[in-house]
Nanobody, 123 residues
Framework: VQLQASGGGSVQAGCSLTLTCTAS????????RGWFRQTPKKEREFVAA???????VYSNSAKVRFNISRDNAKNTVYLQMNSLKPEDTAVYYC??????????????????WGQGTEVTVSS
């Protein structure tokens, strides 16, 4: 499956952005959908995931400020990011696992990745 991420940009601290990830081909309604981010100085890290049953999981840094949601009819997942901070600056990647009904937040468990969308937050 191919994933297309979009919505990144350059914003001031305190602003909001919504990232979108659309999947082509088969439906992913029974598959975990996740967002990760990476900077040149850090390994790829988990941000948020929405499981096949709609349950959401967040990293500590995203827990209060970010919201992940999905529209199964459109095969799309969203990441609404509020109150952005300079430390949120990264390339954001969406991903999914080919295993249905599988729950994970580890990058190694996701086998389809989007191309990344860059988010820059200035102070």
């Amino acid at each position: 499956v191919q994933l297309q991420a979009s919505g990144g940009g350059s914003v001031q601290a305190g602003c909001s952005l919504t990232l979108t990830c659309t999947a082509s081909a088969r439906t992913l309604s029974n598959h975990v959908r996740g967002w990760f981010r990476q900077t040149p100085k850090k390994e790829r890290e988990f941000v948020a995931a929405i499981l096949y049953n709609g349950r959401t999981v967040y990293s500590n840094s995203a827990k209060v400020r970010f919201n992940i949601s999905r529209d199964n009819a459109k095969n799309t997942v969203y990441l609404q990011m509020n109150s952005l901070k300079p430390e949120d600056t990264a390339v954001y990647y969406c991903a999914t696992s080919s295993k249905p009904y599988y729950s994970s937040t580890y990058p190694s468990d996701f086998d389809s990745w989007g191309q990344g969308t860059e988010v820059t937050v200035s102070s």
